[in-house]
């Protein structure tokens, strides 16, 4: 995938897209001058991102997680 196919695949906009490549918090690579991306390794980071947020949440107490609606 080209930078415009993963940010609307991920549903943020082509510059926060840029912003994760070069903070290295997305899994990318470039091939030529062009920044590309593999759908399984997004789909993958993803998953690790979605686990951490959910292990995190589940360490919080009862109280917390009900004020942020959980």
């Known amino acids: 995938m080209n930078i ?4 609307q695949y991920l549903g943020v906009s082509p510059d926060t897209l840029y912003k994760y490549v070069y903070e ?3 899994p990318a690579f470039k ?3 062009r920044w590309r991306f593999k759908k ?3 789909d ?3 998953e ?3 686990t951490m947020r959910e292990t995190r949440d ?5 109280a917390a997680r009900m004020a942020v609606g959980h």
């Open 24 to 26: 290295e918090k997305i």
């Open 31 to 33: 091939l030529g001058n």
């Open 4 to 7: 415009r196919q993963a940010s």
């Open 58 to 62: 589940k360490k919080k107490p009862k």
């Open 44 to 46: 993958q980071w993803m």
């Open 40 to 42: 399984s390794k997004l």
């Open 48 to 50: 690790e991102k979605s």
